[in-house]
C-alpha cells in the first residue's frame, strides 16, 4: 500500500513538475497585442493620478501606470486607450471586458477582492482617508465637526469611513450624496458641505487644482482607515496579471537600483550589477510566461521612467500637490515601495 501511495505521490509530483512548464493560456495579452492598445479605466477628475491638461494631454500616476504596461506589451508607452469612469462604474467596465486593467485610484479591500471576480496587484500609492473644511470654520480636528454636512460619492470608500468615523467620536454628520466628483468640488468649494472627504492624496489634489485660492481651505492631521491603491486585473487571467505585477515591480526595482529614463542605456551596456542585468534582460532571470519581449521592462523605464520618476513629476516635488514619499519611500528609505528579487 504505501509503494503505491509513494508512487502516486511521485506521479502527481511529476505531473506538478511539468505543469509549470505549460505555456499560459492566451488570454488578455493576444487581445491587447491584437487591438494595438492597453484599455484602462482611469477616474479623470484628479489631477496628479488621472486628469487631462490644458493642452489636452493626459497625466496622472495612474495614467503613467498603464503606459508603462502599454511599453511591457506592446513596446510604445503611447499606445494606451483611456475610458474615463466613476466608482460605480470603474470596477465594471473591468468586469464586463471594456477595459483590460483599471487604474481609477481604486482602494484594495477583501470585498473588492473576493467577492467581484478581480485581482488587485501591489499598490502604487498608499494613503489614508482624510477631511477637509474651509479655513474660515476654525476647525482643527474632526471631533469639532458635530453637525457639519459632508459632501460624499455614494459607494466609495469615503462614504464608509464617515460611518465609521460617526461611530468613533459620537458625533452627527449630514450627508450630501453626490455622484461625480466635479459635482462634489462645486459643492464644496460652493458652500452646499462643510466637509470634504477623500483620500488625503485626492483632497490635495483637488485643493492644489480646484479651489479658488488654495490657502483658504485645510486638510485636518487625522488619516482613517487604509488606502492602498493600484492596479486591478479580472481574475481569470493568471499571465495577465503576472504581466501587470511585474510592470509595477518593474518600476519599483528600477528605482531602488538607480537605473531611470536618463541612465538606463548606459546601466544595460556596462553595469556589472546582477539585479541590474536581470532588470534590463542582459542576463536571463525568468519570466518566459509572462510572453513578453526579452527587453520588455527595458523599455518600461526608458519610456516612462522609475517609479521616483513617475512620483515626483505627477504628485511630489515636482507637482503641483508636491506631496512627501512617506509610505511611498522605498522600503530602504522606511516606506513600503518594495519589489521581490528577480
Request: net charge negative.
Amino acid at each position: 500500500m504505501m509503494k503505491h501511495l509513494f508512487a502516486g505521490g511521485l506521479l502527481v509530483g511529476a505531473i506538478s513538475a511539468a505543469g509549470l512548464q505549460t505555456p499560459a493560456i492566451a488570454g488578455t495579452l493576444d487581445d491587447v497585442k491584437a487591438n494595438g492598445v492597453v484599455t484602462c479605466a482611469v477616474n479623470g477628475s484628479r489631477p496628479g493620478f488621472s486628469s487631462v491638461d490644458s493642452q489636452g494631454a493626459w497625466q496622472g500616476l495612474d495614467v503613467d501606470t498603464c503606459r508603462a504596461i502599454a511599453a511591457a506589451t506592446l513596446g510604445d508607452a503611447s499606445k494606451v486607450k483611456l475610458l474615463k469612469t466613476n466608482n460605480q462604474t470603474r470596477l465594471t467596465a473591468l468586469q464586463t471586458g471594456e477595459v483590460d486593467v483599471t487604474v481609477a485610484n481604486t482602494t484594495w479591500t477583501r470585498g473588492r477582492d473576493t467577492d467581484l471576480g478581480l485581482d488587485f496587484v501591489s499598490p502604487t500609492f498608499y494613503d489614508g482617508q482624510g477631511l477637509m473644511v474651509p479655513k474660515e470654520l476654525g476647525v482643527t480636528s474632526v471631533t469639532e465637526l458635530d453637525g457639519a454636512s459632508v459632501c460624499v460619492r455614494p459607494g466609495s470608500t469615503s462614504e464608509r469611513v464617515v460611518s465609521d468615523i460617526q461611530k468613533k467620536y459620537g458625533i452627527s454628520l449630514q450627508l450630501v450624496v453626490i455622484e461625480d466628483q466635479k459635482e462634489i468640488n462645486t459643492a464644496f468649494f460652493g458652500g452646499r458641505c462643510d466637509v470634504a472627504v477623500q483620500s488625503s492624496s485626492g483632497l490635495s489634489s483637488t485643493r492644489a487644482a480646484v479651489a479658488p485660492n488654495p490657502d483658504d481651505y485645510v486638510i485636518l492631521p487625522e488619516l482613517f482607515g487604509k488606502d492602498p491603491m493600484g492596479p486591478v486585473v479580472r481574475q481569470d487571467d493568471p499571465q495577465w496579471r503576472d504581466i501587470v505585477q511585474w510592470t509595477v515591480f518593474t518600476l519599483f526595482q528600477a528605482e531602488e537600483s538607480g537605473v531611470t529614463s536618463e541612465n538606463v542605456d548606459e546601466m544595460k551596456e556596462s553595469s556589472d550589477d546582477a539585479a541590474v542585468r536581470r532588470l534590463l534582460g542582459v542576463d536571463k532571470a525568468g519570466g518566459d510566461g509572462l510572453g513578453l519581449e526579452p527587453d520588455w521592462a527595458y523599455n518600461v523605464i526608458k519610456q516612462v521612467g522609475n517609479y521616483g520618476e513617475v512620483f515626483d513629476r505627477n504628485v511630489g516635488k515636482g507637482s503641483p500637490l508636491k506631496l512627501d514619499r512617506g509610505l511611498n519611500a522605498l522600503y530602504t528609505d522606511g516606506g513600503l515601495i518594495y519589489s521581490p528579487p528577480l
